[in-house]
C-alpha cells in the first residue's frame, strides 16, 4: 500500500489559491486513475484504488495546512507504512519558481508548516515529496498571504499543465521509484513545455 497526501485548506474559500496546489495534484490523480476521495476518515477525506498497479490511498487532510500532521499519521499508523516511499506528500513551494517541480526524499520542512507539523508528529521526515513552485511574493507581500491567494490569470492558463506533469511525476515514483523521478523531472521547466 502506498499513501499519497495532498497539502491544501479545506472548503471553497481556499480552493484556488496557491496553497491548495497539493490537493488539486491529488485530485487530479485520482481523475486519471478513476479514484474516488470520497471516504471519511483519517481526519480528511481518502479514496483507495489502483494507481499505476500500486495499491495506493489517497488522502486530501481535512485539518487546514497547519495541522496536516494528525491526517498525515492517522494513515501511516493503520495502514502500517514505514519505507520513504511508502508515503508521498504533495505541496507548494514558495522557494520554486511557478511552473518548477522537485522530487525529494527525506529533509526538513524548508519553512513549511504543513510539512513541518507532519515531522513534527511523525517524529521524522522520511517521506517523499513532490514540491511544486507558486513563486515568491513581493518584498512588501506577507508570505501567508500571498500562498492564500488564487493564481493570477496568467497561471492559471498553463496551471492545467503544470498539474498534468505532477501527476506525471507521482506516477514515476510509484512505476521507477523517487530516484529515477528526480533525474527525470527535477530539472524540467514546465512552462517551456507549453509554449
Do not use: W
Request: aromatic share 6%.
Amino acid at each position: 500500500m502506498k499513501l499519497i497526501v495532498g497539502l491544501g485548506n479545506p472548503g471553497d474559500r481556499y480552493a484556488g489559491t496557491r496553497h491548495n496546489i497539493g490537493f488539486m495534484v491529488v485530485g487530479n490523480l485520482a481523475e486519471k486513475n478513476a479514484v474516488r476521495i470520497k471516504k471519511k476518515g483519517y481526519q480528511g477525506c481518502y479514496g483507495v484504488g489502483r494507481v499505476t498497479g500500486e495499491e495506493t490511498t489517497l488522502l486530501l487532510p481535512q485539518t487546514y495546512m497547519n495541522l496536516s500532521g494528525a491526517s498525515v499519521a492517522s494513515a501511516v499508523r493503520v495502514l502500517k507504512l514505514e519505507g520513504e516511499e511508502d508515503v508521498i506528500v504533495v505541496h507548494d513551494d514558495v522557494d520554486l519558481p511557478f511552473g518548477r517541480l522537485r522530487v525529494r526524499t527525506g529533509g526538513g520542512h524548508g519553512g513549511h508548516n504543513g510539512i513541518r507539523n507532519i515531522c513534527q508528529v511523525l517524529g521524522h521526515g522520511d517521506f517523499t515529496r513532490v514540491k511544486l513552485g507558486i513563486g515568491r511574493p513581493h518584498p512588501e507581500e506577507e508570505t501567508a498571504d500571498f500562498v492564500l491567494r488564487n493564481f493570477s490569470p496568467q497561471e492559471r492558463k498553463v496551471l492545467g499543465k503544470v498539474l498534468e506533469v505532477a501527476v506525471e511525476a507521482v506516477e514515476c515514483i510509484l512505476r521507477k521509484g523517487a530516484e529515477t523521478a528526480m533525474n527525470e523531472f527535477n530539472n524540467c521547466d514546465i512552462l517551456n513545455l507549453v509554449n
